[in-house]
């Protein structure tokens, strides 16, 4: 009884990381409906459970996509502009004058690629003719502009903006053809990912005023995989209390709008994330999108807001403690999964021992040994249960002859014996059973911790959130899983032995490639277990 247990439990975990890592799970999707079909154009309107007066307003009054902007004064589309460098000390961000767009942003901490002489992470991309990021319209007097067709002036002294310890603002103008000035405000923060996007206008009589509404996107970002990942990737955002994901129906529909309460809209990776913020629960958010050759999605998300019209946008990683100062929620974007209560705990105490040890392939190692020990008793008991059964062992087989031909029987006596020695059948399960969640827990936090990526801990291993490049710690782990299933008692049952000894190969091949940090912490625990379990082995023997 005992063995069927543990086998099933072992098949589990197998089916769940196997299915995990070669089909990625599917998405928690936010359900939409769909309108009628409008100029060859789908349009899918999300309400919250109760409009308020200022969201039906803000929907009534919606305007068309921002990349088919029929409300706008034709304006030629010029080929180039100026390009503004800022920086501060954690990003280098370039944008042109031509539509005041964002066309790079380099992450100053993380390279491409784990060579040395990488170049910093750039994490704006386009697609075809998509706009760069960051491209937006304003409504003044009840017209549409798109600033991606306009070409802005800017002051001498702004060609290039260091921010070192206060804001610092950058100030685009351009003319409008109704005689307006449009102006598009940018406010960067030092040392943070996070910065700002207003929209104003100057009417012929020289008076500022706020636009009447504002539309801000985003297209793409440079870290998506192409590849399949266990770890989501593309339009994410938090919409009605929860996280909203498109499904792949979703995506083939040209044009998406959601409504609130909206906390944030964009893209995610496996580490960074772009999204822009909404500053109240009337924003309306959209996503539209094409599918493109290979089935590859060409998708751009964006938010319009009628009232205060400055935005906030953050480009950066997906580090926690950045991400929970920040608020509104941004960091449910670090997915952690079912076990999330105890995995951001785990990952803190990554974050505590690697300010001492300086390397996170130590501190998952003393993470390990410490969750070893807090499990300590159970496994302890767990392997005393497995002793004792494997001292029945022979008598199981006698009575399992005796009575070959009567099960009820060999249940009853089975029963008596266990009773007899004091053995529970499941004493040695319900301990693993325990230890269930921190493990995944574990795992899924160093799928997702960005402080793993291109952390480099011994010898060969220079990325601990990559795989094994010569796989060497995936089959050490394999051999030790071998060496703990030939010192666990078996039932007697040979198809089952046979099983469980085909579970460390099993196991072997999906390690392959996962990460190093992962593999890692699964080897050690394997050690750990096998001393563990020689100890007690030895107890009982002498005890004898």
């Not at 920040?326 to 960091?331: E, F, I, N, S, V």
């Not at 003393?366 to 496994?379: D, G, N, R």
């Not at 005393?384 to 199981?396: A, D, N, R, T, Y």
Request: hydrophobic share 40%; aromatic share 10%.
């Amino acid at each position: 009884m005992e063995k069927r247990t543990i086998l099933a439990i072992a098949l589990s975990l197998a089916v769940l990381l196997g299915f995990q890592y070669f089909f990625p799970p599917a998405q928690q999707q936010k359900q939409v409906a769909e309108a009628p079909a409008e100029s060859s154009r789908s349009e899918v309107v999300k309400n919250s459970e109760k409009n308020s007066p200022t969201q039906e307003n803000s929907y009534q009054n919606r305007v068309p996509d921002i990349q088919n902007e029929s409300t706008q004064t034709s304006t030629p589309v010029l080929e180039k502009g100026e390009i503004i460098t800022i920086q501060n000390g954690l990003y280098r961000a370039e944008i042109e004058t031509l539509g005041g767009q964002l066309k790079a942003f380099y992450l100053k901490e993380y390279r491409t690629d784990i060579a040395a002489d990488s170049p910093d992470l750039n994490l704006v991309t386009v697609t075809g003719r998509s706009p760069y990021p960051l491209s937006g319209a304003a409504s003044i007097k009840g017209q549409w502009f798109q600033d991606r067709n306009l070409l802005f002036e800017i002051s001498e002294d702004s060609q290039n903006i260091e921010v070192v310890s206060a804001l610092e603002s950058l100030q685009l103008k351009a003319q409008l053809p109704s005689g307006e000035t449009l102006i598009k405000e940018f406010t960067f923060h030092p040392q943070s990912y996070l910065l700002e996007v207003a929209y104003s206008y100057i009417d012929e009589e020289g008076t500022v005023h706020k636009a009447d509404a504002v539309k801000l996107n985003w297209s793409h970002i440079n870290d998506i995989k192409k590849k399949k990942e266990y770890v989501y990737s593309g339009v994410l955002g938090y919409i009605a209390g929860e996280l909203y994901k498109p499904s792949k129906k979703e995506k083939k529909v040209s044009r998406q709008e959601l409504m609130g309460p909206l906390n944030w809209l964009g893209y995610t990776s496996k580490y960074f994330i772009s999204v822009i913020m909404a500053p109240d629960e009337t924003a309306i958010a959209k996503t539209t999108g094409s599918i493109e050759r290979d089935d590859a999605t060409h998708l751009m998300t964006g938010l319009q807001i009628n009232q205060d019209n400055r935005l906030k946008v953050y480009i950066g990683p997906k580090k926690g403690i950045i991400l929970e100062a920040l608020g509104m929620h941004l960091a449910a974007s670090i997915e952690y999964g079912w076990f999330g209560v105890i995995a951001r705990p785990l990952v803190q105490c990554l974050h505590f021992f690697n300010k001492y040890v300086h390397n996170y392939g130590i501190a998952i190692i003393i993470l390990t040994i410490l969750i070893k020990l807090a499990f300590y008793p159970l496994s302890q008991k767990s392997y005393k249960s497995m002793g004792k059964m494997k001292e029945v062992q022979p008598k199981l087989a006698k009575i399992k002859e005796k009575y070959k031909d009567d099960k009820a029987r060999i249940n009853k006596e089975m029963m008596d014996l266990y009773r007899t020695h004091k053995v529970n059948p499941f004493g040695g399960c319900l301990p693993i059973v325990v230890q269930i969640p921190v493990f995944f827990a574990l795992y899924r936090s160093l799928m997702v911790a960005i402080e793993l990526r291109h952390a480099p801990f011994f010898g060969w291993i220079m990325d601990l959130s990559a795989k094994d490049p010569y796989y060497v710690t995936p089959l050490i782990m394999g051999a030790t899983m071998f060496l703990q299933q030939k010192m666990t008692p078996t039932t007697g049952d040979a198809m089952q032995a046979k099983m469980m000894l085909f579970m460390p190969i099993i196991f072997t091949f999906m390690f392959l490639n996962f990460p190093a940090g992962l593999v890692l912490y699964w080897l050690v625990n394997n050690v750990l277990s096998i001393g563990q379990q020689y100890m007690v082995m030895r107890q009982t023997a002498t005890s004898k």
